[in-house]
């Protein structure tokens, strides 16, 4: 559990010591979890400042909220030996699963991603701060630029939760969120939400000042810090988010990628087939988290249930990711790659479970008192990989009509997460998500689903190559989050099913809907910050 506080410390508390910090012991195999350590504290006179920015990254993930919004989970009613507990696990699990405003406050919560988010960005002013009141010397010029990413990425973070998808079209009127600057001075700050505008220019803004400046020599373990790599990967991203009408900042989106990739992408890919020949379970999610693993950009620590939840555990088996998503639409569905035969990591279901799962992230425990076997649960996340950005170049080039560049991306995927070592063609999609393939119903799913975006779609060869990237990405992706963004930014159609049966196979009925335009695609802020003054979201 998070401790309550008041919303003006929230933002604005230098947080020098991070409630968990890095030398905690985590109980794993690997020596990432076994020292989890911060190496930047070995440069002397500075290392007050290079301490502090350990807790300018979030300490709480959004992987677990996001998923349970999205069309990855359905409401499994399984027989009546469900017990309330295997059902929803949590509060939060049902809540969000059911697209209610969440009033859960634990780990995984609005309540903990607000309250780590800013944090984190408290911590990074904080170091600007410090450099600032040094006269802004050279030698802290990589400090400087990992506190911009980090202060940047804290609040892309906050606005992909609590705000719309970002519109040229509407953005000017729509919520954003507080943008934070500075540390504050003051006992009780006033603070205003601004527009979604707003919001992003600031993380550009920070993001274009700090990217610059990083600098791998400063780390004997990059991965665990903005390296380079890791922020071109999330300027990558942001930028493909932040679309304009003219597309030019699509252009910088394949820019920066293109410089994390290198020249020779297909050898920054994960070892998909060579993951995939491990025992499920811990062998498999050690490895995928492998800081030597050249496809994980950032590695970062963050505390969170959602292991436990999706995981092939017997709680929380009513609201999952079951067989009838995954074998339509999903890791078990079929793509332009072929079959789930042809995709080299295998999901898992449980015997007597509706949960398909995915092996990638496993639950660790941080203890605070191991005498008594008492700590936190952990899980170790890779929050940028090669695996999504070659995708989110491929969805860059497709939207500015550069498909060669986009099917070679997508070969590049394909060729890697499966055994289908062909070529990816315009006739192939055509065939997979063309035309003569129906759309998604909820009672008849399909991967194909209705796209929505503020954006005209430049008919049906490059809605087929959307398609495609929304496709992959859900399956490489998936119990990640980044589903829920997707249906954001295109304004895809949800529902919230009941699907009958013990294993999630049976009939099907609607009980939700979540349209385009819904409000509830951005989630409610903490009730606790409402009541501080901060402008709810309209509902």
Known sequence: MIAMTKINKILSYALVCCCFA???????????????????????????????????????????????????????????????????????????????????????????????????????????????????????????????????????????????????????????????????????????RGTLAEL?????????????????NLYKVPKYHFNKKAALAFAARFYLYYMQDDKS?????????????????????????????L??????????????????????????????????????????????????????????WGSKEKVHVKATQVSGSPKITFYKMGQYVEYTDIVNGKGYPKMIVPAFTTDALILDRAEAYALKGDYANAYQDLTTWMNAFTANAGTVTAAQLKTTYGSGKPYYTPTAPTPKKRLNPDFAISGEEQENLIHAVLHARRVTTLHEGLRWFDVKRYGIEIYRRNVDGILGDGNISVFDTMKKDDPRRAIQLPPYVINAGITANPR
């Not at 399984?78 to 059902?87: E, I, K, L, P, R």
Request: glycine letters at 4%.
């Open 249 to 277: 900042n699509l252009d910088k989106s394949i820019a920066y990628a293109t410089q994390a990739l290198t020249a020779s992408p297909s050898d920054m890919m994960r070892d998909w087939k060579a993951l995939g020949a």
């Open 200 to 216: 992003y220019r600031n993380i550009a803004a920070d993001i274009e000042e700090g990217l610059p400046l990083i600098d791998d």
């Open 279 to 336: 025992s499920a379970g811990s062998a498999q999610y050690n490895a995928f988290i492998d800081a030597s693993q050249k496809a994980n950009l950032l590695i970062i620590s963050a505390n969170s249930y959602w292991t436990w939840i999706y995981g092939p555990t017997a709680v929380a088996k009513g609201y999952c990711h079951c067989t009838r998503i995954s074998d339509a639409e999903t890791i078990n569905s079929t793509g332009f």
């Open 22 to 192: 890095a030398t905690h012991i985590l109980q794993s195999c690997d020596k990432y979890l076994d020292v989890l350590p911060d190496n930047r504290a070995e440069l002397n006179s500075d290392d007050n400042i290079t301490e502090l920015l350990t807790n300018a990254y979030p300490l709480t993930s959004y992987f677990m909220l996001a998923e349970l919004f999205s069309d990855n989970t359905d409401h499994c009613i399984g027989s009546t030996s469900y017990t309330a507990f295997n059902n929803s696990g949590t509060t939060l699990h049902e809540e969000a699963s059911t697209w209610q405003d969440i009033h859960d406050k634990n780990q995984d919560s609005p309540y903990a991603i607000w309250e780590s988010c800013y944090k984190s960005i408290a911590a990074a002013n904080n170091v600007l701060t410090a450099i600032d009141n040094l006269g802004n010397p050279a030698r802290l010029k990589a400090q400087r630029g990992e506190a911009l990413l980090c202060r940047a990425y804290c609040h892309f973070i906050l606005g992909n939760i609590f705000c719309m998808a970002y519109s040229t079209k509407t953005c000017d009127q729509t919520l954003g969120m507080p943008y934070m600057r500075s540390a504050e001075t003051t006992v009780s700050p006033t603070y205003q």
